[in-house]
């Protein structure tokens, strides 16, 4: 990140950082964070976070891919716009604890690209195969949702350069996954 500005405030047991920006990943970042201490030792987050503009490859780059395998940086271009809401328990050595983590987006991704991604060319016995490798699109928009450790997709419309159809399904923080695709059959 770069430029990264912030307001603290302190109270008892609680740091809120406001005004929060930082330019990064080619695209900038702003929002609220807040961390406070519970009785118990363990810790509390919640973040209001907007992103612009950022790239999405760059960005499953910068995570690790997020630490999963099922589609990584090398699969996917494009550029993010959305806001999301985090809440997420730390233990005191400030580690997530991901089973109580909750969260909701709302996600738009501009010029989108899903490359050599083996589950859209699985559909290949359908479509052919070169426009499946390389499968564009200009917009998509949908809501993500993360509960017990699961991210579930809600079902969306993507108009691609392959094919249009809707998509959704669920992921878990342990890589199962269950997504399910539907496209008109005259397509």
């Not at 999963?68 to 809401?85: A, C, K, R, Y």
């Not at 997420?88 to 991901?98: E, F, G, M």
């Not at 159809?165 to 997504?179: K, L």
């Amino acid at each position: 990140a770069a430029n990264f500005t912030t307001a603290l405030e302190y109270a008892p047991y609680l740091f809120t950082f406001s005004n929060i920006r930082a330019e990064g990943l080619d695209g900038l970042l702003t929002g609220e964070f807040k961390l406070g201490k519970q009785k118990d030792g363990d810790y509390i987050t919640r973040s209001k976070l907007s992103v612009t503009g950022i790239d999405i490859k760059k960005t499953f780059t910068a995570f690790n891919n997020f630490g999963q395998s099922f589609i990584v940086s090398d699969n996917l271009s494009g550029d993010l716009t959305g806001s999301v809401t985090v809440l997420a328990p730390l233990d005191s050595s400030y580690k997530v604890i991901t089973k109580p983590l909750v969260a909701d987006a709302h996600l738009v991704i501009t010029d989108g690209r899903l490359v050599r991604f083996a589950p859209a060319e699985n559909l290949s016995s359908y479509l052919d195969l070169d426009e499946l490798r390389d499968i564009s699109f200009s917009r998509m928009e949908n809501d993500i949702f993360i509960s017990n450790r699961t991210v579930s997709v809600p079902k969306m419309l993507i108009n691609s350069s392959a094919v249009n159809f809707t998509v959704y399904g669920t992921h878990s923080f342990d890589d199962d996954y269950s997504y399910h695709v539907r496209m008109l059959l005259s397509e």
